[in-house]
């Protein structure tokens, strides 16, 4: 009797599985629609690949290297001696219909800022604070915000934003110039 019990239960469970795949593709999902802005600001991210000479506001100068990686998925930024001896990065990413960044800084924690504006002529995009990880708290200093303007394939800006203690501290301006 337990063996025809068992049989029996086999039995419906194939019919089951067999039921689930009736009118099913073997396709993966289509992919979920993603915002034409953010995509747009990604491809102009992926532009940047190579080598780039940096001049902050703030006196110093750096070098930063970008390159696309993860099967063109995300665009990685390496920075390189903005702060002597260091080197930080930033990953540019889509996550479904929003555009990311997370930084990897000096400060060590590592903010997540979220593309929240983006310029009608496509030359600007603005990013603001998600959350990150290794701070306490909102208050704990990290970066908070940059502006990327696009003047040419060869030419941009970025204005990074410190916050700390329930306000911005300080911003500089990094010009950027592809080295050739």
């Keep these: ?14 019919v089951i599985a067999l039921t689930a795949r009736i009118g099913r593709s073997d ?19 992926k532009a940047l ?8 506001t703030k006196g110093w100068t750096d ?18 001696d903005a702060h002597p001896g260091e080197t930080m990065a930033t990953m540019y990413y889509l996550d479904g219909d929003r555009l990311l960044l997370t930084h990897y800084c000096v400060a060590k924690n ?10 009608a002529d496509e030359k ?3 990013f603001t604070f998600l959350d990150g990880t290794n701070l306490r708290s909102r208050d704990q200093g990290h970066m908070d915000k940059v502006v990327y303007r696009f003047h040419d ?7 990074w934003t410190w916050y700390q203690d329930g306000q911005e501290r300080w911003m500089e301006e990094i010009e950027h110039r592809r080295v050739r």
Aim: aromatic fraction near 8%; proline fraction near 8%; glycine fraction near 6%.
């Design 124 to 126: 600007s995009i603005t």
């Design 153 to 159: 394939p060869d030419h941009f800006t970025s204005r």
């Design 63 to 80: 070098r930063v290297r970008y390159r696309v990686i993860a099967a063109g998925s995300v665009v990685e930024g390496t920075s390189f």
């Design 110 to 119: 590592q903010p997540r800022l979220v593309a929240s504006s983006f310029a």
């Design 27 to 45: 396709s993966p999902a289509p992919a979920p629609p993603v915002d034409s802005a953010a995509v747009s600001a990604f491809e102009r991210f």
């Design 49 to 56: 690949a190579g080598e780039w000479e940096g001049k902050s």
């Design 1 to 14: 009797m337990q063996r025809l019990a068992s049989k029996s239960l086999i039995l419906s469970l194939g």
